[in-house]
């Protein structure tokens, strides 16, 4: 049973960063496809970026890109979210998730990050709160 661990959540500034951690102790990361997802308070969760197994292909929503990096640390299997300029609409609970092994890819990894109610997507971490304000 994969366990996956969130860490790197605060209360930062507008503008501000914070970078979030994604760790599977006792597994192997590389195995599977990684997404990052938030919910805010009242709101239905979101996929924020994705990253797929095999050649790590990253995709980003709309609502992140250009702000937020998403990366995969094979030599200490972990896969961070670097989040800049921070917004106060990022404020969500952040979760950290991963795919079903895939024998073979047949939709972008985008479709991963569109689909968090997926039954494709049984591994989440506990979540870690994320709270930009002044």
């Known amino acids: 049973q994969l366990q996956l661990l969130e860490s790197g959540g605060g209360l930062v500034q507008p503008g501000g960063s914070l970078r979030l951690s994604c760790a599977a102790p006792?597994?192997?990361?590389?195995?599977?496809?990684i997404g990052w997802f938030r919910q805010a308070p009242g709101e239905e969760r979101e996929g924020v970026s994705c990253i797929t197994d095999r050649d790590d292909n990253i995709y980003y929503s709309e609502s992140v890109k250009g702000r937020f990096t998403l990366s995969r640390d094979r030599a200490n299997n972990t896969v961070y979210l670097q989040m800049n300029s921070l917004k106060p609409e990022d404020t969500a609970v952040y979760y950290c998730?991963?795919?079903?092994?895939?024998?073979?890819?047949?939709?972008?990894?985008?479709?991963?990050?569109?689909?968090?109610?997926?039954?494709?997507?049984?591994?989440w971490g506990q979540g870690t709160q994320v709270t930009v304000s002044s």
């Open positions: 006792g597994s192997i990361m590389d195995d599977y496809a």
């Open positions: 998730a991963a795919e079903v092994p895939l024998f073979l890819r047949t939709m972008p990894i985008s479709a991963m990050c569109d689909a968090p109610d997926s039954i494709d997507i049984p591994y």
